[in-house]
């Protein structure tokens, strides 16, 4: 079974952000994506790397002791 592609718009909305910056993303080949001939799509996969590339670990502020 294949997965779902879906358009930069749709994934834009998955993933919470600005549709121009996605394609600007997937054009410099900074993120995952799939070109079918010139159409420009995203697999589930492609979207989940999206999300776990971007995961960072908390920040730990120490205090000062003064």
Partial sequence: ????LHT???????L????SW???KATARAIPCTFIGK???????DIQRI???GA???VIRRRRST
């Fill in 1 to 4: 079974m294949s997965e779902r």
């Fill in 8 to 14: 930069p718009a749709e994934a834009a909305e998955i």
């Fill in 16 to 19: 919470r952000v600005r549709e």
């Fill in 22 to 24: 996605l394609r600007t």
């Fill in 39 to 45: 159409h420009l799509r995203f697999s589930e996969s």
């Fill in 51 to 53: 999300k776990l590339d």
């Fill in 56 to 58: 960072r670990d908390p």
